[in-house]
């Protein structure tokens, strides 16, 4: 098939990139043109794993290109993905959907065939009945363009993976049976062939899945987190009770993770979002008013994280050394918003300590929004001499370190393990004090 997508940020470029990869000729269109060049040159703007070998692979064989056209790309397909950002607006609850509502806009008024517009944004329900109008309203072509949700359920450090291998496919139309349904079973024929369930739907469902996975993720993950606040009034382990809840079948492991919390680009805004829309129908806000406490646990975990290191410091902060492994939200990327570990650091300076940073990927994006926080390269180096070490983001390089190659360079052999991955007999035996969020 010959398909384009149109907003070629994070979502947008794995979208691409993955869809040359099953086959598809693909046209990437942004507006950004320093983006479009870098990525018509086989190269990512940031980091995924996996991501820039396929945009080298398929930008040389120019089954994959970029534009900043919006004509070209209406004239080179017959089914557009739109994928690109909706931010929280300034009031930091609701959606902006701003920047989706122009590139369709813009898109439909070139569209002078038979075609299929199908958003991958995450909106809040009943976005696409005004998608639809405006597409209708706009395109030269009228009622001939159909809308269609596709939302993306993509993870930042496996978003490749997360695509070629899917775990489902929401397909969304306004009814079935439609050329639209047609066009979506085609393009993803290869996954449904490989297993992949496609779950078809009507619009309004369609937007919602994402929201409701993302709320429920959250939930997950708060909840195990408001466990660890008991435990650490009782004197229990929330690592060990999490494995106990683990095996249960109705309960499982997935996102059952205590520790400093969630963070990144979806979540947070995800469930602020969620809320919001929820409290503009009529009836609805009060089924998601848990979304409100789910938020609030999350942000709780971030300032224990500070008081377990003020515990540590006998309440003095003020010209401690203290070394952060981890500035990305999640392992496996170099995105840095809303991420718990920079959260910590930040905090922390804010009190007068001397913080210093290292991660493998995001050093570059810390100097440029962090200028107040010192940056390390090396993870052992940067825990020299240090007053206490903060283990915030869960690298597997990390968990490599052997600790008793600096324990008698540290000034104070003290870790703080925010996450709980790293083996604590093997710190402790190496000299360290370990302390970690709900465990005695």
Not at 110 to 117: E, G, M, Q, R
Not at 253 to 261: D, I, K, M
Request: aromatic share 6%.
């Amino acid at each position: 098939m010959k398909l384009t997508v149109i907003g070629c940020g994070y979502l947008g470029a794995v979208h691409a990139a993955c869809m040359a990869e099953l086959g598809h000729d693909v046209l990437g269109m942004d507006t950004d043109a320093d983006k479009v060049a870098l990525l018509d040159s086989g190269a990512a703007p940031f980091h995924e794993p996996g991501l820039d070998e396929l945009l080298a692979r398929h930008t040389k064989t120019g089954r994959l290109r970029f534009t900043t056209s919006y004509q070209e790309a209406a004239a080179f397909g017959d089914l557009h993905f739109v994928g690109v950002g909706t931010p929280l607006q300034a009031d930091g609850q609701s959606y902006d959907l701003s920047h989706l509502f122009t590139a369709v806009r813009e898109l439909a008024a070139h569209l002078h065939h038979a075609a299929v517009v199908a958003v991958k944004s995450t909106v809040p329900v009943g976005t696409a009945h005004r998608v639809r109008g405006l597409v209708h309203a706009t395109a030269p072509v009228g009622t001939l363009v159909q809308v269609a949700w596709n939302p993306e359920f993509l993870r930042e450090g496996h978003a490749v993976g997360d695509t070629l291998r899917a775990e489902r496919l929401v397909l969304g139309f306004e009814s079935s049976g439609s050329r639209a349904e047609t066009v979506l079973r085609q393009c993803f024929v290869d996954l449904i062939e490989a297993g992949t369930p496609a779950v078809v739907t009507d619009l309004a469902t369609a937007e919602l899945v994402k929201s409701a996975a993302n709320a429920f993720l959250a939930t997950k993950i708060s909840f195990i987190n408001a466990m660890a606040e008991v435990c650490e009034a009782t004197g229990a382990d929330v690592y060990r009770l999490a494995h106990a809840l683990g095996h249960d079948s109705r309960i499982g492991w997935g996102a059952l993770r205590p520790g400093l919390g969630f963070g990144g680009g979806c979540l947070p805004k995800d469930i602020r979002g969620f809320r919001s829309r929820a409290a503009e129908l009529l009836g609805a806000e009060r089924g998601l008013a848990f979304l409100d406490e789910v938020g609030a646990i999350n942000i709780r975990r971030r300032e224990r994280t500070v008081e377990l290191v003020r515990e540590q410091c006998d309440g003095a902060l003020a010209g401690k050394r203290i070394t952060v492994w981890g500035a990305s939200f999640t392992p496996g990327t170099d995105d840095i918003r809303d991420s718990p570990a920079l959260a910590v650091a930040q905090s922390l300076h804010e009190l007068g300590a001397r913080v210093t940073v290292t991660d493998p990927r995001a050093l570059d994006k810390v100097r440029k929004d962090c200028p107040e926080l010192a940056c390390a390269d090396d993870a052992v180096a940067a825990a020299e001499g240090a007053d206490l070490l903060l283990h915030l983001t869960e690298w597997p390089q990390f968990a490599d370190v052997d600790p008793a190659r600096f324990t008698a360079q540290a000034a104070c052999p003290v870790l703080i393990d925010g996450r709980g991955t790293l083996d604590a007999e093997r710190w402790r035996a190496a000299g360290w004090i370990v302390r970690a969020l709900g465990r005695p």
